[in-house]
Every structure is written in C-alpha cells, then in structure tokens.
C-alpha cells in the first residue's frame, strides 16, 4: 500500500466485478457494444441496467471514459474507460493509455467519489504488455495522488498473479 497526502493505492488480486468501492473500471470497446474479460464480468454482475446507459450515451473515443451507473454491483457507479489496443508501440499508444487512465481519474473526480478500483487496462483482448502498462498507469495514478482529489482509496484489481507481480515490480521504483 502506498499513501500519498489522504490517498491510499493497493494492489490487490481478484475480481474486478465484486469490489466494493464507489466506482469501478470496465475495460470498454469505443462502442460500448460489451465484450469479454473485465467487460463481460462487470455486464455479467450488474445486469442489464449497464448495457441500457451505454446504448444511450452510444460510445467513447480511444482515451476517453464515461459514467454509468453500477446496475446491481456493489458499486455504485461504473467507468468504461476505452484504453488503445497495442499495434507495436509506434502508433501513439501510450499517450492514449495514459489518457484512458486520466480521464477516468477525473470523471470520478467530477462526481466527487472516494473510492475507485481500476483492472489493468488493455492488457488482455488489447494486447498491450503488461509491464509497459503497469509501469505507465502506475505512474499516471501516483501523480493524481499528489495532486487535489476527492478519491481516498484507489485499488487496482489484478485478474491474476502473473499481473500482480508485474504491477508489484513496476511499483517498487516509483515509491521512496
Ligand atoms: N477482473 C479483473 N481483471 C480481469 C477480469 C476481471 N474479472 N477479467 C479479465 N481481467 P480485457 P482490454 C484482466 O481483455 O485488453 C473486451 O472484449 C485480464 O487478464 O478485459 O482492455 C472489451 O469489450 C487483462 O489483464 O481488456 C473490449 O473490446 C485485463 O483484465 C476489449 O475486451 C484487461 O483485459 C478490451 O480489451
């Protein structure tokens, strides 16, 4: 666990789906058409509700995220952040990555939430390596922290230990 002013940020191993917080994270398609991973299990666990307020806000560019209510999840609300799909690395990925992670930063903000819990962005259908990617949204969350923010609590959910270990070893160089 890493404290910064109010905020803390952990690292936990699970579902993303069951975490109670305020908001949680999907891992979205820019139409909001649902899919598989985190996307199918937050779908699966919060019923139809989700899928109906995507239909009606009808997508998200690369980079962006919007707010959905949390149907029948524990959490209130859910943010469908569209990371980049990786391509090789030339192709502006990280600057979208990053993005995809700030600006869900800032809508949970914008509803003044306390409580956050993100998955590992675009490392599954998407492709993007995991180590580049735990090492970049590490750096945009620790950075967030440092500055004004209604958020006291950011998790990030790791589906398995393999992504665990991967956000644990990016981890260790940005703390003192
Ligand atoms: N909780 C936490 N992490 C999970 C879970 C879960 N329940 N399930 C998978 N992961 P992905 P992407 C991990 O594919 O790469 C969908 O079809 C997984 O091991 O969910 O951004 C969408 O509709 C991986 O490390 O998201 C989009 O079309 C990470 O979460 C597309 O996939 C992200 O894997 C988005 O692809």
Not at 29 to 40: E, P, R, S, T
Not at 104 to 129: D, E, K, M, Q
């Amino acid at each position: 666990m890493v404290t910064i002013n109010q905020t803390t940020l952990t690292l936990v191993e699970g579902d993303i789906a069951s975490q109670a917080v305020d908001a949680v994270v999907n891992a979205a398609n820019a139409a909001l058409a649902g899919g598989g991973g985190v996307d199918g299990a937050i779908h699966r666990a919060g019923g139809p509700a989700i899928m109906k307020a995507c239909r009606a806000i009808g997508g998200c560019s690369t980079g962006s995220a919007v707010i959905t209510t949390g149907g029948r999840l524990l959490a209130r609300y859910v943010i469908h952040a569209v990371g980049p799909i990786w391509r090789g690395g030339q192709y502006g990925e990280a600057v979208l990555f990053q993005s995809a992670y700030r600006e869900s930063l800032r809508v949970a903000v914008a509803h003044n939430l306390r409580s956050i819990a993100f998955p590992s962005l675009s490392t599954g259908a998407y492709g993007y390596p995991i180590h580049l990617a735990a090492a970049l949204a590490l750096r945009v969350v620790l950075e967030h922290m440092s500055g004004p923010t209604s958020l006291e609590k950011i998790l990030f959910v790791l589906f398995d230990q393999s992504a665990f270990q991967a956000f644990q070893h990016a981890l260790a160089p940005l703390v003192p």
